[in-house]
T-cell receptor, first 117, second 114 residues
Framework: NAGVMQNPRHLVRRRGQEARLRCSPMKGHSHVYWYRQLPEEGLKFMVYLQKENIIDESGMPKERFSAEFPKEGPSILRIQQVVRGDSAAYFC???????????????FGDGTRLSIL | GENVEQHPSTLSVQEGDSAVIKCTYSDSASNYFPWYKQELGKRPQLIID?????GEKKDQRIAVTLNKTAKHFSLHITETQPEDSAVYFCAATYGSSNTGKLIFGQGTTLQVKP
């Protein structure tokens, strides 16, 4: 059973360009989460999605950032007009849903290291 | 508010000794508390978790305790080994575990000296 797959592992962009980060959840997982990690810091929640729905985007910057999880294909985190401060590791996690309604444990992918020149 | 405080930020122990990392949380509705281990340049790996209906959980050399009244939880690693060296993060759900949102502590860098 493949784990959470993220690509690319490393992404370099110049200021003003767009960055697209992809995440395929573990098989059987229908919940996806995106987190950002700055060097030597903890993970900061950005957004929680289910198929075709954004459930909680309270950690997403209001401008330039968007996320989607379409019916078919991976979840995408999109950053438009990138700035130096966007340089970070972006981790995706996925979890199953339980019969009780509670969410299962979140398992992380290897992350995308985004560098802005 | 949503806040998880983690201490200490660094911890150095001798191989074979025990290590304890402590976290406090602010949201009284939190009911799920996972711990992750992250090696340099790698993904955070879930090592143990606990839900609010239990006070303690153990898995071989790793245990977690939860005090809901005081809103703190701790990770205990016994008989530490050099391969336990990593950054450890605690986390708590913001609200119930149905919300999906995890609030992470700042991390503890554990060094186990051979």
């Amino acid at each position: 059973n493949a784990g959470v797959m993220q690509n690319p592992r490393h992404l370099v962009r110049r200021r003003g360009q767009e960055a697209r980060l992809r995440c395929s959840p573990m098989k059987g997982h229908s919940h996806v989460y995106w987190y950002r990690q700055l060097p030597e810091e903890g993970l900061k929640f950005m957004v929680y999605l289910q198929k075709e729905n954004i459930i909680d985007e309270s950690g997403m910057p209001k401008e330039r950032f968007s996320a989607e999880f379409p019916k078919e294909g991976p979840s995408i985190l999109r950053i438009q007009q990138v700035v130096r401060g966007d340089s970070a590791a972006y981790f995706c996690a996925s979890s199953p849903a339980k019969r009780t309604g509670a969410l299962g444990p979140q398992h992380f992918g290897d992350g995308t290291r985004l560098s802005i020149l | 508010g949503e806040n998880v405080e983690q201490h200490p930020s660094t911890l150095s122990v001798q191989e074979g000794d025990s290590a304890v990392i402590k976290c406090t949380y602010s949201d009284s509705a939190s009911n799920y508390f996972p711990w992750y281990k992250q090696e340099l340049g790698k993904r955070p790996q879930l090592i143990i978790d606990i839900r609010s209906n239990v006070g303690e959980k153990k898995d071989q050399r790793i245990a977690v305790t939860l005090n809901k009244t005081a809103k703190h939880f701790s990770l205990h690693i016994t008989e530490t080994q050099p391969e336990d060296s990593a950054v450890y993060f605690c986390a708590a759900t913001y609200g119930s575990s149905n919300t999906g949102k995890l609030i992470f502590g700042q991390g503890t860098t554990l060094q186990v000296k051979p």
